[in-house]
């Protein structure tokens, strides 16, 4: 099973330039508002078309600009979840069901009443759209899309419309749901974290062009390159100028620092993960002496703002740490944690 994307669309002012490929499981794509991501989706299913590239889907071509092919979406076998689900607003949810379902009455309605039981909507057949919660939304989305047996499922910014507490429950399901699939998903988000609890692998798009592809937990362990880094959620970078094959000067704030990895010519960012800045005693290797400048209560641990203590305009540095741990004098990177960007 695979999804091979290879397109490019011009638009007024930006230029999408994508190009990935599945491999089984669940492909996210990361990228802020804006950068091409829902387009992405839209080219797949055939809702779009791009003005160059080729969409291939287990070896069948859905678009190929070369050969003028462009499968209609409904020849497409592709399932596509919208942000707002997109179910039909005067329809029940089994009349939502039912309309993708080309079978007989009885067989229909044994299919109709297998996918009730199955995302737990026994008891809401009746009902229209909103009528529902967010999360009984989600769940007739979800199982109308399966009773057209897509081929591959596209999913856009599937949390984006919850609140906090439905969101945490719905990710349960939806992994659950993912694995029991069992064929290739795709999805798009702005959230980090949920690219990296979703998927095992992910793409990242930077104003309409593919920037990086791979592992998902390799990608997030050693971006390398200053964009990834950022999407990523890593607050603290420099720019740098090398010293040696292990040390370089971080320009923003004032300091030697020594490396484990080799600091190769195209460097000239390091970044490094607030959650991986510790705490220090007494100044050493990689050990920065730092001014308070700000402390941020959150729900489980603490953001700490920090400034080199010996350089007044130095760069300010983001730290997280448990609440009940005192505000360091000191504060150390280690040399093993931190990213060296092109």
């Not at 979703?198 to 997030?220: P, Q, V, Y």
């Amino acid at each position: 099973m695979a999804l091979q994307v290879r397109i490019r669309k011009k638009f007024s002012g930006f230029e999408m330039d994508v190009e990935f490929e599945t491999d089984g499981g669940c492909m996210g794509i990361l990228g802020a508002s804006g950068c091409g991501k829902s387009m992405t989706l839209k080219c797949v299913a055939g809702i779009e078309t791009p003005d160059q590239g080729k969409i291939v889907l287990n070896g069948k071509i859905l678009f190929d600009s070369e050969k003028r092919i462009n499968l209609p979406a409904r020849e497409r076998q592709v399932g596509y979840l919208f942000q707002n689900y997109a179910l039909f607003p005067t329809m029940t949810v089994e009349e939502n069901l039912g309309i993708v379902i080309q079978k007989r009455k009885k067989e229909k309605r044994t299919l109709i009443d297998e996918m009730l039981r199955r995302f737990q909507l026994t008891g809401l057949e009746k009902r229209i759209p909103s009528q529902l919660s967010g999360g009984q939304q989600q769940r007739a989305a979800l199982a109308r899309m399966l009773l057209s047996t897509p081929e591959v499922i596209l999913l856009d910014e599937p949390f984006s419309a919850l609140d906090g507490f439905l969101k945490d429950i719905l990710k349960t399901d939806m992994l659950a749901f993912i694995k029991e699939y069992g064929k290739d998903v795709l999805m798009v988000s702005h959230s980090r974290d949920e690219i990296y609890q979703f998927c095992d692998r992910m793409a990242i798009i930077a104003e309409g062009k593919s920037l990086l592809n791979g592992r998902t937990k390799e990608i997030f362990k050693k971006p390398g390159i200053l964009e990834a880094a950022k999407l990523t959620g890593c607050k603290n970078i420099s720019s740098v100028e090398r010293i040696s094959d292990h040390e370089l000067y971080a320009k923003d704030w004032n300091i030697k620092l020594r490396t484990e990895e080799t600091i190769g010519d195209s460097i000239r960012y390091l970044g490094i993960r607030g959650h991986h800045l510790i705490p220090a005693e007494q100044p050493g290797e990689n050990v920065m002496k730092v001014r308070l400048l700000g402390v941020t209560d959150m729900a489980f641990e603490r953001q700490v703002l920090f400034q080199n203590a010996e350089a007044e305009s130095s760069g300010r540095i983001w730290m997280y740490q448990d609440r009940k741990e005192s505000i360091p004098l000191f504060i150390q990177f280690p040399k093993e944690e931190i990213l060296l960007l092109s």
